[in-house]
């Protein structure tokens, strides 16, 4: 009575309503970019023949992120969330894909424990209602030519080669990046991207926590007075501190979690990460 099938656009009101039953911030860009980043990697769960489930694995390189986890909550407690899972697992593995990474809510971690999850750290989803009014920031526009740094740094700290989510978002969006210059090089980059219940911050990263502060602050005045959420590694301590110190709220905990070979990666520099779906 469980079926798992590909998503397809067609599915993409169901996906929304998922969504919006979870209360996530996801936009329906979100969700078909996730679709175009990988269509044979986003799955459908049918219950007696109808669709009540979703799960979306997107590649990276040798890391792969699963992400949307969603089943309808009147379907709940009957495996569809598991098979959903173990059917993203078999589609990595038939890719040999070596790793898999998941942001998990409190909700998903014991199933994803079940299937042989390990979990790696915390991050804390911190809200911001806004600044009074938009500042013009001391900014550096990211120009498409440091789009290779920028996909560099970002693959440092977060071990996967996440350069096709970057050059679509860097597209979608060019005025949402910013960059730090060390001399001739990036050290650091950011983006935003709006949600349905606030600007998502992130991804960002930054080789200091001087300049992890600067890009962050410019982030804020440059959005001004709208809702901003900001998911940040426990493990980056300065970032943590600033967000405290910087009218922001702890709303909730995630768990980062993985499975198969172990990623070397630098959450310390991670200042936001991309939010739960793409680390
Ligand atoms: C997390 C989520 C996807 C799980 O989906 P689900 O279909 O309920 O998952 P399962 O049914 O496979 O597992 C849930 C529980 O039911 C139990 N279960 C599984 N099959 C069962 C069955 N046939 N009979 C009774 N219980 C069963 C599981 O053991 C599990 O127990 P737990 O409460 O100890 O974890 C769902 O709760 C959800 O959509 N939550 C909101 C969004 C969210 O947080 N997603 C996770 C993002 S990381």
Request: proline share 6%; aromatic share 8%.
């Amino acid at each position: 009575m469980i079926r798992i099938r590909t998503m397809s656009e067609a599915d993409l009101p169901l996906g929304m309503r998922l969504k919006a039953q979870a209360g996530w911030n996801q936009t329906e860009a979100d969700w078909r970019r996730v679709l175009q980043l990988e269509p044979e990697g986003c799955f459908v769960a049918e219950y007696h023949g109808e669709p009540v489930g979703t799960t979306a694995a997107v590649t990276f390189g040798r890391v792969a992120w699963i992400m949307m986890v969603l089943v309808d909550e009147a379907v709940r407690g009957r495996g569809i969330g598991t098979r959903l899972m173990q059917h993203a697992i078999d589609y990595l593995a038939a890719r040999a894909v070596p790793t898999i990474r998941l942001d998990a809510t409190p909700l998903g971690r014991p199933v994803y424990e079940r299937l042989g999850f390990q979990a790696e750290y915390q991050l804390a989803r911190f809200q911001h209602n806004g600044l009074k009014r938009q500042a013009d920031p001391d900014r550096l526009p990211a120009t498409a030519e440091q789009l290779d740094a920028i996909c560099a740094l970002d693959q440092r700290a977060t071990g996967a080669d996440r350069s096709r989510l970057i050059r679509r978002l860097y597209h979608e969006q060019p005025s949402a990046f910013a960059v730090a210059s060390r001399g001739e090089s990036v050290a650091g980059y950011r983006a935003f991207r709006t949600g349905a219940h606030a600007t998502q911050i992130g991804p960002a990263v930054a080789a200091s926590a001087e300049i992890g502060q600067a890009l962050l602050d410019g982030t804020i005045a440059q959005l001004g007075p709208v809702p901003m959420f900001v998911d940040i590694p426990l493990e980056n301590r300065p970032a943590v501190e600033w967000a405290n110190e910087g009218g922001f709220t702890l709303q909730r905990h995630l768990t980062r979690m993985w499975k198969g070979e172990r990623v070397e990666d630098r959450p310390a520099e991670l200042w936001a990460s991309f939010g739960p779906e793409k680390g």
